[in-house]
């Protein structure tokens, strides 16, 4: 463990980039040595007495660059930063480490939505850190535990895996509820009626493994229940939402035929 300062340069004043700010701030022995962004005045109201510098090649020395910027642009963006003998981190969770076109390079990326306004908790988020090289996983390592107490070494392919996972556990199920939504709107029925079911089958999900706590007319196998709703959706328009549900209502039979329960 290295007890000196971790010295940081951030780049980027996106979701990600401001959550980090106040991560790093709030962690013992960090010094956030520079902020840049494409549109510097982003970070205006937040850095304090943070330099905040124009071009990417201002930014002072430090132990670790950390670009938390749009996947796109790593690759090209890493290249203002080649031959700076810092190690230089994205936080994306899709994209392999060697996007980065510097000599040490590596990932940390925080397994977490982050929205602006919204408070997270740093403690308990997992941080995910990647580097080829031992000694630069190491100095990952040693920043990592000083923000989350949920720190794991999990290599590309693992993580682009996991990132896979990830959008089925948040983008999907967001998207699911939004297609609730607009069902109950065609119906004219209140959607937070639903809200109850969403509390419980997180709360059920969160203590129990996914298969165990499924009901509904596809478990069942209650075919004249999935025809009718298939029937509802396509006769209010919901062509798309027939679709979904046929595909996923056939997964479920599928997978509880293929395991005997
Ligand atoms: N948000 C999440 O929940 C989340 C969670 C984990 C990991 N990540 C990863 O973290 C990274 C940042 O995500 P984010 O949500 O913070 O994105 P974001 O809020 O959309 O911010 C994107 C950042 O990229 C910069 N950028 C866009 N185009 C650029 C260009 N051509 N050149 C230089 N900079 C450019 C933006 O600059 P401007 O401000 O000037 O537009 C901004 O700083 C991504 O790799 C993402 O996969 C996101």
């Given at each position: 463990m290295i007890r000196r300062d971790i010295r940081i340069g951030l780049f980027g004043a996106g979701n990600v980039g401001r959550h980090l700010l106040e991560a790093l701030r709030q962690a013992?022995?960090?010094?956030?040595v520079g902020l840049w962004n494409?549109?510097?005045?982003?970070?205006k109201a937040v850095a304090g007495d943070i330099p905040v510098v124009d071009?990417?090649?201002?930014?002072?020395?430090?132990d670790i660059f950390i670009l938390a910027l749009k996947d796109d642009v790593l690759t090209d963006f890493s290249a203002h930063l080649k031959g700076r003998n810092v190690l230089t981190v994205h936080?994306?969770?899709?994209?392999?480490?060697?996007?980065?076109?510097?000599?040490r390079r590596g990932v940390f990326y925080p397994l977490q939505t982050l929205t602006s306004g919204s408070a997270v908790e740093w403690e308990s988020i997992p941080l995910l850190v990647w580097a080829p090289d031992a000694h630069d996983l190491q100095l990952l390592q040693d920043l990592a535990v000083r923000i989350s107490k949920n720190v794991h070494v999990i290599d590309d392919s693992q993580r682009a895996q996991l990132h896979v996972a990830a959008v089925f556990t948040a983008n999907f199920t967001n998207a699911m509820m939004q297609m609730a939504k607009e069902i109950s709107d065609k119906a004219h029925v209140?959607?937070?009626?639903l809200l109850p079911l969403v509390r419980r089958n997180f709360n059920n999900m969160l203590s129990h493994d996914p298969a165990e706590v499924l009901t509904g007319p596809a478990r069942r196998g209650d075919r004249k229940t999935i025809e009718k709703h298939l029937q509802l959706l396509q006769e209010n328009g919901l062509y798309d939402e027939a679709e979904i549900y046929r595909r996923v209502t056939e997964w479920i039979v599928k997978r509880y035929k293929k395991s005997g329960k």
């Open positions: 013992p022995n960090v010094n956030i494409r549109h510097p005045g982003k970070w071009t990417p090649e201002q930014m002072p020395a430090a936080t994306s969770g899709a994209m392999h480490s060697d996007v980065l076109k510097v000599d209140p959607y937070n009626l």
